[in-house]
């Protein structure tokens, strides 16, 4: 193993010192390594992890012996117009270390999620080829493409044959829920819901009306965008995803309403009123959307609960600084219910049956246990590095929403529109699930914000098709 890993870890530096922007996609296509996992000297890493670290550090080298002094070396490094958010979010994220009941877990947690993401974002935004504007969409979306193809495939391929499934109620047929290489459904749903956005996304920019080329190349790059939205999304369907289904919804939405184009507006309106209406006449359809709308299934009572634990929790004393890092699962537990009564909505005699009937009562108490994080993105933030960290969040949010006015051309600002749209989807999704804290999403979510920057900064038109 260690043999094979170093071999491994030589090629990618020589790859990063000939070529670092393919090792940056290289990096982008291997976001799901994070599952391969091993010691360093005793300290626990993933593949992806060394990759981050060695790009990082091949990079810094390359850096450092180009520039002829220091000064030179720093004025040729920028951190954008993010810098003292970043720094500001890491000096929170440092506290929660020391306020974590468990601070060995807390460092690989800060190290995992918070410095290595940025060391990323730091290298993808000061790499010249990407800097231009020239290569970063075909090289980005190709890597996040084939990646999303490797994640969803063995996915659908386990709808039909339930191999790597090892939860029981998950691999039986009549519940089945796909997990690809992960270990519960809802991540294939967090991983492949934005990049579904995001194909979705330059497929409209790119092949739209006005923007149709003949050539074999672009009708090539045509078919395989759109095989990176209907292969994932299918993947998270069979996932049975639910907040990445809503999570797409919201960003569609999104972009058919504020998309400049007039046609598109016109027939995102028409489809929402009418997808409204028809919600509305139909029973089963209506009961289904004020049941998940309103959290009163049963996925949605049991979150509901888990937040008033996470609230109760917060305000009794921690509403500055939190649970720390890695620490709510350990903080929550005073405040933890064994379970709940899975209330009935639709049933005026649901309190009479839980009273008098044994059976029922049976049925109706689900047992309730403790997850890792609250399952809310204002609350996992706020659990993890604080109060002031969570707010933090939010203004970096609403810079990455701001920086859409700093698009220098126009054709650019319908890509940065696309790329809101993405966040749409995390946002939304994150609403009930966890979109941040986990190798792989950390690294999207400063992914996210280093495209949307180069692509502000960038003077030139963006070509999907530029090779």
């Known amino acids: 193993m260690i043999y094979l890993l ?17 090792a940056v996609a290289f990096v982008i296509f291997c976001l799901p390594t994070y599952l391969i996992r091993f010691s360093v000297f005793g300290l626990p890493m993933t593949l992806l992890e060394v990759m981050i ?18 000064y030179k070396y720093y004025k040729s490094v920028t951190l954008s117009n993010y810098k003292w958010w970043i720094l500001i979010f890491l000096f929170f994220a440092t506290v929660s270390v020391f306020v974590s009941p468990d601070r060995t877990v807390a460092l690989g947690i800060w190290k995992a999620y ?75 749903g967090l991983y492949l819901a934005p990049i579904v956005i995001l194909f979705l996304g330059l497929i409209i920019v790119f092949f739209g009306k006005g923007r149709r080329d003949k050539s074999r190349l672009y009708s090539w790059v045509f078919v395989l965008s759109c095989f990176c939205v209907l292969v994932p999304l299918s993947a998270i ?51 289904y959307a004020v049941d998940k709308i309103s959290l009163s299934d049963h ?16 305000t009794d004393g921690r509403e500055v600084f939190g649970a720390g890092l890695a620490g709510y699962q350990t903080t929550i537990e005073p405040y933890h219910a064994e379970g709940i009564w899975i209330e009935d909505k639709q049933d005026p005699e649901w309190l009479r049956k839980v009273l008098y009937n044994e059976e029922f009562k049976k049925q109706a108490w689900q047992p309730t246990e403790i997850y890792m994080y609250p399952h809310n993105i204002i609350l996992n933030f706020w659990s993890e590095i604080g109060l002031f960290g969570m707010l933090v ?47 792989d999403l ?24 530029k090779i």
Not at 53 to 70: C, P, R, S, Y
Not at 253 to 269: A, D, H, T, V
Not at 405 to 420: D, H, P
């Open 53 to 70: 670290l060695l790009l990082f550090v091949v990079w810094l080298i390359k850096k450092v012996t180009n520039a002829a002094n220091f």
């Open 442 to 465: 950390s690294v999207f979510w400063w992914l996210l914000f280093a495209v949307g920057w180069l692509v502000s900064r960038s003077k030139t038109k963006i070509e999907f098709c």
């Open 6 to 22: 170093t071999i491994y870890c030589v090629l990618f530096a020589i790859l990063a010192w000939k070529r670092i922007d393919w």
């Open 237 to 287: 369907i069979f996932a049975r995803s639910e907040g990445a289904l809503f999570g797409i919804l919201a960003a569609v939405i999104f972009l058919g309403l504020f998309y400049p184009n007039k046609r598109l507006r016109l027939i995102s309106l028409v489809s929402l009123v009418s997808l409204v209406l028809l919600v509305s006449f139909i029973p089963q359809a209506r009961t």
């Open 299 to 314: 996925s949605g009572q049991i979150r509901v609960q888990q937040w008033k634990e996470t609230w109760t929790m917060l």
């Open 393 to 439: 969040v939010l203004v970096l949010g609403m810079k990455f929403l701001m920086n859409y006015w700093k698009v220098k051309n126009r054709e650019n600002q319908k890509i940065y529109l696309v790329l809101i749209a993405v966040m749409v989807a995390i946002l939304v999704h994150g609403l009930v699930d966890v979109p941040y804290f986990k190798n």
């Open 114 to 188: 918070f410095i290595e993401p940025i060391l990323f974002f730091v290298v993808l935004i000061n790499i010249p080829r990407l800097k231009s504007g020239v290569k970063l969409v075909s090289l980005i979306t190709g890597a996040l493409g084939a990646s999303a193809l490797v994640v969803a495939i063995p996915a659908i391929i386990q709808k039909f044959w339930p191999i790597g499934i090892e939860n029981s109620f998950w691999a039986a047929e009549a519940t089945r829920r796909v997990v690809s290489w992960y270990g519960f459904p809802n991540a294939v």
